[in-house]
Structure formats: structure tokens, C-alpha cells
């Protein structure tokens, strides 16, 4: 991995740690379907422009079915249980949760594709599992009522990419620049008959709160996706998997550093828990990492 692609990591998961940050910060005034609204309508927005600029054609018709399937498990649904889950929980335990995607990845393809589950696979389950409970315990005690239902739609979030996932395995291949565009666009497409039932807007908001929706749309979903897609080429998937495990470090420092929130033992504990068994269930290993780099001419 040369310089370039290790700097663009680093910064997509300085991103993407920072949407935690940000949909603490707008959801409870907005409420999670106007938050997650602007999310993924102001990204797909962003990725119209790109895809104008770039002359990329959508082909919805060709792949609609693809783009609703696509938008609905990896944006539109674990944003929504995201944003519900950041009323109440920090942006580190978010981050935190959120690392279990793999996780779940894996079992869902044990039962879906059959994938087989190795001992060490099994092993890094227990492992986040046991992360998983002692964040939950702690947390569910120290925080207000409904931390426990906040948790787990935290799970249910890091679940539907699971289920992505496994889906896109599957799936006829498409481009990725269209993977996202036209992904984004079903999402906010299906976020439309949620709208008139969500609580309203608050007519007055504060530019910090108008700033950080901005960036949740914008920085976190079309800028992130484009750096994501860019690592894909030139690493591979395996390797641009890595970023899962620097999100909640990031996560936990935005969270320390804007918003005041603690680091506590439970925290540090169940987040090395989690990693550790992510990193078991997906097999990534530095070794293994340096060999792809090398297999793909970079070092």
C-alpha cells in the first residue's frame, strides 16, 4: 500500500467515523426520516453532479430492481436504525456497533450461501458477541430509558449491511460509481411515504445543526463513497475492508473531542472485543494484507 491509498483511508474513516458524530447531533431535532432524508437525497444529488461531470449513464431500467434491493438494506434502513439509535446512545457506541457488520456478514452467509464457519470464525463471534453484552449492560444502566431498544437497532443497522452485503455476492454485477448513485436515489425515493407521518421540522435551525446535515449528505455519503470505491480499485475489496476497523476509533475520538462524551473501560474493552472478532471472522491479517498489496504491484 503506497502513501496515497494509505492517506485515502485514513480519511474515509475519519468520515465515516464522523457520521456518528454528525447524526448525534441532528437526530434528535430532526427525528431519524427527515435526517436520514437529507442524507441520502443530498447525496444522491451530489452524485448526480459527478455522474453529469464524469457522462455516466444510470440504466434505472436495466437495474431498478438491483438499486431497490441495494438502497433499501445498505442505506435507507441502517441509516434510519442508525439515526433512531443516535436519540439516545454516543456517537462512540455507534461506531462501535457498527463494527459488527462483518460479523453478521458471516453468519448471514452461513445460512444463505452456505458459506462454511471455520473455528476461528466461530471464535471472533464469540469474541464480538461478548463486546457487544458488555457495552450493552453498561451502557443500558448508565444512560436514560431506551438505551437497550437503542442498541439494538445499532445491531439491526450493522445487520442490514450484512444483508447487503451477502445480497451483492449474488447479484448481477454493476459498476460501482452506479452501485451508489442509483442506490441513493432508491432510498430517498422510498424515505418519501415516511415523510408525512415523521414529527415536523423545526422551523428555525441553528447553523451548526444545518451544517452537520450538510456534511452527513454531502461529506459522509457522496465524498465517502467516491474515496471507498477509489480504494476498491486499488487494493481490492478484502483490503478496503480494513477501513471497519479504524471507524470506531474515529468515532470515539469525534465523539471525546466535540461532544464531550466519555471513554469509559467498558467502552475501550467491548470495542477491542468487537474488533478483534471482526478481524477473526474475516480473516484479515496484516501479513495477508502486505501480500494483496504486493499481488496488486503496490507496497
Known sequence: MNFASLA???????????SFLFMRIGA??????????ARVGLAALF??????????????????????????????????????AAQTVSASLLAILNATAPIWAALIGRWWLHTPLTARMLLGMALGLAGVGLLAGVEAAALPQGAALAI????????????A??????ARAVEPFANAHGSLWAATL??????????????ALAPALVAAVLALGVLCSGVAYLLYFRLIAEL?????????????????????????????WHTVLGSLAILAGTALVTGLSLPAWRGRARQTGRA
Not at 434528535?28 to 432524508?37: A, M, Q, R, S, T
Not at 459527478?50 to 441502517?78: E, T
Open 236 to 264: 481490492g475489496a478484502a483490503s478496503a475492508l480494513s477501513v471497519t476497523f479504524l471507524i470506531p476509533l474515529f468515532g470515539m475520538l469525534w465523539g471525546s473531542l466535540l461532544l464531550g462524551e466519555r471513554i469509559g
Open 190 to 203: 422510498m424515505l418519501v411515504p415516511l415523510l408525512p407521518w415523521a414529527p415536523a421540522v423545526p422551523t
Open 28 to 37: 434528535p431535532v430532526l427525528g431519524p426520516v427527515w435526517l436520514i432524508f
Open 152 to 163: 439494538l437497532a445499532g445491531l439491526g443497522g450493522a445487520l442490514c449491511y450484512g444483508i
Open 47 to 84: 452524485l448526480l453532479a459527478v455522474a453529469g461531470w464524469l457522462g455516466k449513464a444510470l440504466q434505472v431500467r436495466r437495474h431498478r430492481r438491483h438499486f431497490a434491493i441495494v438502497g433499501l438494506f445498505n442505506s435507507a434502513l441502517p441509516f434510519l436504525l442508525f439515526a433512531y
Open 165 to 170: 452485503t451477502n445480497y451483492t455476492r449474488t
Open 8 to 18: 485515502r483511508l485514513l480519511l474515509l474513516s475519519a468520515i465515516w467515523g464522523a
